[in-house]
């Protein structure tokens, strides 16, 4: 069974279509990097499936039932942009109301625990609106763990954090999906670190799904690439460009895409041509590179 | 395997209660209004008595002449345009709707509203539970008031004679009063869940509401109450809550809650 499942969803603005006819499935434990530029459409469907928002039109489906069953919706734990709390409340009090909402059982140890798993436990006392931005978006995430939810939407979590804060984040989310059966998605600009935790990413653009895939597909995706550095990089462009197909000089390197091994490459440069590499690597494209080639072909 | 019971309505309106009494009382707002209710009838009463002490005098400006002129009038008064009509208990229905405005608008402003409605798909609990929180906040100001008009009336010397009603009938008009609130904490809060976090939206609607209620409150509830008027308010208070709390759970149904 699929966690998520929505079909044709279509959300308007007024005149301006938000989300036309998006498709998106999200199997179960599963982490979703939901990826798209600034106003594609991934926040809306966030609040869509809260049933923050009313769609315009389309399905959606969480765990093979309406999106407005309560017995589901009581399961869901949510950060979309900040972490809904009262400012003159301390962490602490802000978290028990949200725990007696969610009528959880031993509320202030179960709030104690979540608060431990962000490194939150010394600052509960505080009153939230002293609180820094890396602390409210742990507070946010506490918040979203609270009562064991079975399906975690988080919109740009690691905004705001620090190293250690990506960290924990990343270590909770692996977490929670291995050991509580629990699915994430996960909206964040910052791909490199979506990179490290996704098992499936879904790339929306203008309120579209255009693709979606698994960490596997996306790895088979992503094509690998000779990089090499030279005395004179423009001359060494020129002249592998008579050999091989692909060549681009990108950050500094020469990228050659073309299935070759490294060594040939030198090999040549170096037998044929007199010229002398100094640093080469092979190396595979990233999710941000694979991202940015995607958007680029869409314009 | 995740598995999703669902829970009863009570169960839902308990805990609901719980969180909004438990706001209630840790917000300050609660005691800055009960502050406002208990301070202004003192403050009305010994100023006014101030500016006209010699009783003909008083009746002529329109002043206080009797304690209980802060809290009504006795029947086929209607309302005029003078102090006693203006300046009595009948204010508070404005700062009624002033708190229901304040604690529905928080709900949204802070973001709480999104935490609460994405794990609960149904909205009915909330009206309910904002309704009953609300009105009896809206008791407790009423109360402060008339402790206030009693305490007022006293230092200013204001006499405590019942003319044309009996204590009995003082008791039925505050329980008309206080049961006529639950109209106006639901106007509030059908407003304020259509303005959401525009705060000043909501308050500016709700006076504009109240105002068209606002004559018929000495009429309905007056001195001389009896049980009747007491039970008429009861019915009306109930039948607005109930009313206007399914159209304020239809509109949080069918709009956007952020």
């Not at chain 1, 009153?127 to 079975?150: D, E, V």
């Not at chain 1, 490459?265 to 002398?276: A, F, H, K, P, T």
């Not at chain 2, 402790?147 to 505050?174: D, K, N, R």
């Not at chain 2, 509830?221 to 208070?237: E, I, K, R, T, Y």
């Amino acid at each position: 069974m699929n966690a998520i499942e929505i079909r044709n969803l279509t959300k308007n603005f007024g005149q301006k279509q938000a989300l036309a006819g998006l498709n998106m499935t999200v199997p179960q434990g599963a982490i979703y990097g939901f990826i798209g530029e600034n106003g594609s459409g991934k926040s809306t469907t966030e609040k869509l499936i809260c049933g923050l928002l009313v769609p315009s039109g389309g399905e959606i489906k969480l765990f093979g039932k309406d999106y407005k069953d309560a017995g589901v919706r009581e399961k869901i734990g949510v950060l979309i942009e900040q972490p809904g709390c009262f400012p003159n409340y301390s962490v602490w009090n802000n978290m028990m109301l949200q725990a007696a909402n969610l009528e959880i059982p031993n509320a202030a140890e179960e709030v104690r625990k979540v608060l431990k798993v962000v490194h939150m436990e010394g600052s509960a006392s505080n009153k939230y609106k002293n609180c820094s931005l890396g602390m409210k978006q742990r507070i946010g995430i506490a918040f979203a763990l609270l009562g064991n939810p079975s399906l975690l939407i988080l919109d740009e979590p690691i905004n705001g954090l620090d190293a250690d804060g990506m960290r924990i984040m990343r270590d909770v989310l692996v977490d929670v999906t291995k050991n509580y059966n629990c699915t994430v998605v996960i909206s964040s600009h910052i791909l490199g670190e979506l990179e490290k935790i996704a098992t499936h990413y879904g790339i929306v653009r203008g309120g579209k799904m255009i693709k979606e895939m698994t960490a596997e597909e996306l790895e088979a995706d992503c094509r690998t690439y000779v990089a090499l550095q030279t005395k004179d990089m423009e001359k060494t462009q020129a002249l592998l460009s008579r050999k091989y197909a692909n060549v681009t000089l990108e950050n500094d390197y020469i990228r050659i895409y073309d299935d070759v091994k490294a060594e040939e490459v030198v090999s040549y440069l170096y037998n044929e041509l007199c010229i002398l590499v100094t640093e080469v690597k092979t190396e595979k494209i990233s999710l941000e590179e694979y991202y940015i080639d995607l958007m680029k072909e869409g314009r | 395997m995740n598995t999703f019971g669902k829970k009863s309505f009570l169960r839902k309106l308990k805990s609901m209660l719980t969180v909004d009494f438990k706001r209630m009382f840790t917000m300050p707002l609660i005691y800055i209004m009960a502050g406002v209710c208990f301070a202004m009838p003192i403050l009305i009463l010994v100023m006014t008595t101030m500016m006209g002490d010699a009783e003909e005098g008083a009746e002529a400006m329109g002043t206080f002449t009797n304690v209980w002129q802060a809290i009504g009038s006795v029947s086929g008064a209607g309302m005029s345009m003078d102090l006693t009509s203006m300046c009595n208990i009948n204010m508070l229905y404005f700062l009624v709707a002033v708190l229901v405005c304040i604690f529905v608008a928080d709900d949204f402003k802070s973001g709480y509203a999104k935490n609460l409605f994405t794990v609960r798909s149904k909205k009915v609990d909330y009206v309910c539970s904002k309704s009953l929180v609300c009105f009896v906040g809206a008791t407790i100001m009423f109360v402060a008031y008339f402790i206030g008009a009693m305490i007022g009336g006293a230092i200013a010397g204001l006499p405590f004679t019942t003319e044309g009603f009996g204590a009995g009938g003082v008791i039925a008009c505050m329980l008309s009063k206080i049961f006529m609130t639950a109209i106006f904490v639901s106007i509030a809060l059908c407003l304020g869940t259509v303005a959401k976090q525009k705060l000043w939206l909501s308050i500016l609607c709700s006076f504009a509401a109240g105002m068209l209620l606002f004559t018929m409150i000495p009429m309905i509830s007056p001195l001389d109450s009896g049980f009747v008027n007491v039970v008429m308010c009861l019915a009306g208070g109930g039948l607005f809550a109930v009313g206007l709390g399914a159209v304020s759970n239809l509109i949080l149904n069918k709009t956007s809650l952020v």
